[in-house]
């Protein structure tokens, strides 16, 4: 069984690590995101039973699923929550993370590298999961203008853009065009296969 390079994309919110993931995958990378990952999870009946137990049944929907706008008000007005919803879900995504890697690695023909967006992959220690990191930086005033939830409180959850640079093996400051992504993404997967 080979299995493939497996690197992580972080960096903060909306910086473009959804855009760095999608030239990943252009570029030949199997590729998920761990906000995929959520979603899948928060339909499995033990995650749902668990999410209610501690947020309560406002974040359940008319049609008895959980409810991801509801989810997020509950715990971005209340840290502890939040906390806990964090608890229950990393090693829940790490798990399904590696489960991932590992089916990849026993396919006929396996991917050669697989990229992973994580966004608290400092935060969380999941870095020694990973044979590579690529932090993927920008200005806070050009994030802030990428997403509606780049928020400052959000934001001071995170470690510092130079912290997380500091421990990657690729920094890529995110302030030109989609195309200069694509090609320092491509440069990083040439540098991977080669």
Request: aromatic share 4%; with cysteine.
């Amino acid at each position: 069984m080979t299995r493939p390079v497996a690197v992580a994309i972080t960096g903060g919110i909306g910086a473009g690590k959804s855009e760095a993931l999608a030239a990943f995958r252009r570029h030949g990378a199997a590729t998920v995101s761990s906000d995929e990952i959520v979603h899948e999870l928060l339909t499995r009946d033990d995650v749902k039973r668990a999410v209610v137990e501690r947020l309560g049944n406002g974040v359940v929907g008319p049609d008895g699923e959980l409810d991801r706008g509801a989810i997020a008000t509950v715990v971005f007005n209340d840290r502890s929550a939040l906390e806990a919803l964090e608890r229950l879900l990393h090693p829940l995504v790490s798990a399904e993370y590696l489960t991932w890697r590992e089916q990849l690695g026993g396919l006929e023909h396996p991917p050669r590298v697989c990229v992973t967006e994580v966004p608290l992959l400092y935060e969380v220690g999941s870095e020694s999961q990973f044979d590579k990191v690529v932090v993927v930086t920008a200005p806070s005033k050009l994030r802030r203008a990428r997403s509606a939830t780049a928020s400052d409180d959000r934001e001071r959850r995170l470690l510092d853009d130079r912290e997380k640079a500091a421990r990657a093996d690729y920094v890529y400051a995110n302030t030109g065009t989609l195309e200069q992504l694509d090609e320092f993404v491509a440069s990083v997967m040439h540098d991977l296969v080669s």
